[in-house]
């Protein structure tokens, strides 16, 4: 099993250009999330999903949108990108959304310029 | 009051010796708690879940006391392999990552 793979690994964009993050797991996990870190700080949730077409806001979603069309796939699109968004990434997933291990993706770092 | 919250660090201990970390948490609603394990520029894995009567897995034990709302990581006979930022995670559904406490252990 790949786990949760991400791409890109890097990125480098412009301000207000827009890019989609890529997240997909073979787990067959119930349960996606879209973090971001920023340097020396803890794993902010932006957006989660709890299943194929149920997509939730977490803490810090103003600026992103997330769409949940299978099981297996999870992007991230962000729209006007911002030098605030500049942050790692990570994509996750999970069997149930409780008591479950969250299992992660190698990150995706992205600087806006 | 953050949701979570450790300690930053750094802790910089010489190998062998017995370090401790504590998490509060302000949600007494919390019902899942876990540590997880962060090296430099990599993913979070996890490390232990934290079960309300303790729980030890061998070098690492780690406590939960719910009245005072906090969860505690001990590791014993540090390892330079155990230098890593260590998360405290609550389950308030969904789950709270703290902002990690970074240890650097030294030959």
């Known amino acids: 099993n790949a786990g949760v793979t991400q791409t890109p690994k890097f990125r480098i964009l412009k301000i207000g250009q827009s890019m989609t993050l890529q997240c997909t797991q073979d787990m067959n996990h119930n349960y996606m999330y879209w973090y971001r870190q920023d340097p020396g700080m803890g794993l902010k949730l932006i957006y989660y999903?709890?299943?194929?077409?149920?997509?939730d806001k977490g803490e810090v979603p103003n600026g992103y949108n997330v769409s949940r069309s299978t099981t297996e796939d999870f992007p991230l699109r962000l729209e006007l990108a911002a030098p605030s968004q500049t942050s790692v990434y990570f994509c996750?997933?999970?069997?149930?959304?409780?008591?479950?291990?969250?299992?992660f993706g190698p990150g995706t770092r992205l600087t806006v310029l | 009051r953050k949701e979570v919250e450790q300690d930053p660090g750094p802790f910089n201990v010489p190998e062998g010796a017995t370090v401790a970390f504590n998490c509060t948490y302000s949600?007494?609603?919390?019902?899942?708690f876990f540590w997880y394990r962060q090296d430099c520029r990599k993913e979070p894995k996890l490390l232990m879940s934290v079960y309300s009567s303790g729980n030890e897995d061998g070098r690492f034990t780690a406590q939960l006391n719910r009245a005072s709302q906090y969860i505690s990581l001990l590791i014993r006979d540090s390892k330079l392999s155990d230098s890593a930022t260590y998360l405290c995670?609550?389950?308030?559904?969904?789950?709270?990552f703290g902002a990690g406490t970074r240890l650097t252990v030294k030959p």
């Open positions: 999903s709890v299943g194929a077409g149920i997509t």
């Open positions: 995670v609550v389950n308030v559904s969904p789950m709270r």
């Open positions: 996750a997933s999970s069997y149930t959304g409780t008591s479950d291990t969250q299992y």
């Open positions: 949600n007494s609603a919390s019902q899942s």
